[in-house]
């Protein structure tokens, strides 16, 4: 009985890929979560420690929206499979100018 609640309330609520870099665009970050705008904002402040607080990963530049984490998760770890050329591929095909979509999220 429990699972099914979990299940429910996963499969109700929406989750995000995304992917950041840095102001050179040397580093790409791709990350999966279900409140974007806090995990960008965390990302913006440096606020959680680890690999986007080192290498000053601030820059949103694509993202996906899906009903269900787990498609999220699994879309999450197919991209981070791929090549790096894969990744600024998807970027490119939405987000050509890598301007921070972050933006539009307030």
Request: contains cysteine; charged residues 30%.
């Amino acid at each position: 009985m429990v699972d099914v609640a979990i299940s429910l309330v996963t499969m109700n609520r929406q989750s995000y890929i995304y992917i950041m870099t840095n102001k050179t665009h040397c580093v790409l970050y791709t990350g999966v979560t279900s409140d974007l705008r806090k995990r960008v904002y965390q990302h913006k402040e440096g606020s959680v420690p680890g690999f986007t607080r080192k290498y000053n990963v601030k820059t949103l530049v694509y993202f996906d929206t899906f009903d269900d984490i787990r498609d999220a998760i699994a879309r999450e770890k197919q991209i981070k499979k791929g090549s790096r050329q894969k990744k600024i591929d998807l970027i490119n095909a939405m987000n050509p100018e890598w301007r921070d979509l972050s933006e539009e999220l307030w």
